[in-house]
């Protein structure tokens, strides 16, 4: 299972990822974490990433896509993948097909997990942290001194300023404007599906093994 993985904040991308990385033994490559790791442990990417960002500069494609070959030429990652967090840009796209091309690597397909806006605003306006571990509950499932206390390690429970209404309006709005030229162009190469991902996890991740699988004997299919 080769993909790449769109949603936006809210949608339970995060959630389907790790189910689809149990279910395949596969790597979830965070782009993020990726770049925090390098910059962390000094790696050459990592020291020339950090260049870029101690002056305020957005970290260069050709270092992102550095950092993703290396990820994917280790044995774990190769064979089984899914990215997250990138590409964000048409241009970043065609890079990242070129690498794919150079080392060999079919992509499966490019999958987007549909949004209901009202929904994701309300979802995040209940979604609390733990300080201490890091844990994500929702109020809808809290009561009682759960509300404010972690299940997990009896950290307190805050509410992350990111998920406060009207950020998460202005970042959906940017996700929206910065993914659909993207969208267009997995669509034209037919590598594109879209998922409603409003559904109960169970079922969302159940529609996604089902194009999984069919993808497999059916490479390219597009919604």
Not at 18 to 38: N, P, Y
Not at 53 to 67: E, H, K, T
């Amino acid at each position: 299972m080769r993909i790449i993985l769109f949603g936006p904040p809210g949608v339970g991308k995060g959630t389907q990822a790790k189910l689809l990385t149990e279910e395949f033994d596969s790597v979830h490559i965070s782009t993020g974490d990726l770049l925090r790791e390098a910059v962390k442990n000094r790696t050459p990417l990592g020291v020339k990433a950090k260049s870029y960002m101690d002056a305020g500069n957005l970290v260069p494609d050709d270092v992102m896509i550095g950092l993703i070959e290396e990820m994917l030429n280790s044995d774990r990652a190769r064979n089984s993948f899914i990215l997250d967090g990138f590409p964000r840009t048409v241009a970043q796209a065609k890079a990242l097909d070129d690498m794919f091309d150079r080392m060999g690597i079919k992509l499966d397909g490019v999958m987007s997990l549909r949004v209901d806006h009202e929904e994701v605003v309300r979802r995040l306006n209940n979604r609390r942290m733990c300080r201490t571990c890091g844990r994500i509950y929702s109020l809808d499932h809290l009561k009682g001194k759960e509300l404010t206390q972690c299940r997990n390690c009896g950290g307190e429970l805050y509410h992350r300023e990111d998920d406060m209404p009207d950020t998460v309006k202005h970042r959906l709005e940017v996700y929206l404007k910065q993914t659909k030229p993207l969208k267009d162009f997995y669509r034209q190469s037919g590598r594109f599906i879209q998922i409603d991902g409003m559904q109960e996890i169970g079922y969302v991740h159940k529609m996604i093994l089902d194009w999984i699988y069919r993808n497999r004997t059916q490479p390219h299919i597009a919604d």
